[in-house]
T-cell receptor
Framework: GEDVEQSLFLSVREGDSSVINCTYT??????LYWYKQEPGAGLQLLTY?????DMKQDQRLTVLLNKKDKHLSLRIADTQTGDSAIYFC?????????????FGTGTRLKVLA | EADIYQTPRYLVIGTGKKITLECSQT?????MYWYQQDPGMELHLIHY???????EKGDLSSESTVSRIRTEHFPLTLESARPSHTSQYLC???????????FGDGTRLSIL
């Protein structure tokens, strides 16, 4: 079935850039999403990209999409301690049906002061 | 900012009690979802709804039930809570098509 994979952990120093990677299997993916989850909270939508785009930038966030390799990345510039959280990649495409969003297992970003 | 609300935020209750977790959204979204998530772990879809009077079970088998009598309201009920139901429950909604889901803050449920 459809799958979304992420590495489990990432540690960076404050002020550096963070790059969180995600791969997916559904070649019919239409939208891909990035969410942030802080401890004890729900998922906060950060940004999303339509599959006909290669890149999307929103302030400190840059999303890169490589459709050929089915690879999505989220770059956070000038990472701050407040960026420490779990980041989930998700996709929605034809293979997953009309109702289903496929989530990765999340990448735990730790920002060191 | 998305307007989707879950109550209560935290609930600690004894085994055998009936529980209803509330979820409301003010965005007029047709689609609503319930996920179960152990802290910091992956999300598991347990119920979803396309609209009023439409409910379906998700991928993870759950002893809970849901109802959708009004567009804005999607409550989840456990008839008899058990310790295995201890988890975080997240409600989400989305517009039609592939628009992103918007999540509530979740209910953290502990069954003693």
């Amino acid at each position: 079935g459809e799958d979304v994979e992420q590495s489990l952990f990432l540690s960076v120093r404050e002020g550096d850039s963070s790059v969180i990677n995600c791969t997916y299997t559904d070649s019919s993916s239409t939208y891909l999403y990035w969410y942030k989850q802080e401890p004890g909270a729900g998922l906060q939508l950060l940004t999303y990209i339509f599959s006909n785009m290669d890149m999307k930038q929103d302030q400190r966030l840059t999303v890169l999409l490589n459709k050929k390799d089915k690879h999505l990345s989220l770059r956070i510039a000038d990472t701050q301690t407040g960026d420490s959280a779990i980041y989930f990649c998700a996709e929605k495409g034809m293979a997953s049906g009309t109702y289903k969003y496929i989530f990765g297992t999340g990448t735990r970003l730790k920002v060191l002061a | 900012e998305a307007d989707i609300y879950q109550t209560p935020r935290y609930l600690v209750i004894g085994t055998g009690k009936k529980i209803t977790l509330e979820c409301s959204q003010t965005m007029g979204h047709d689609k609503m979802y319930w996920y179960q998530q152990d802290p910091g772990m992956e999300l598991h879809l347990i119920h979803y709804s396309y609209g009023v009077n439409s409910t379906e079970k998700g991928d993870l088998s759950s002893e809970s039930t849901v109802s959708r009598i009004r567009t804005e309201h999607f409550p989840l009920t456990l008839e008899s809570a058990r310790p295995s139901h201890t988890s975080q429950y997240l409600c989400a909604s989305s517009e039609r098509g592939n628009q992103p889901q918007h999540f509530g803050d979740g209910t953290r449920l502990s069954i003693l």
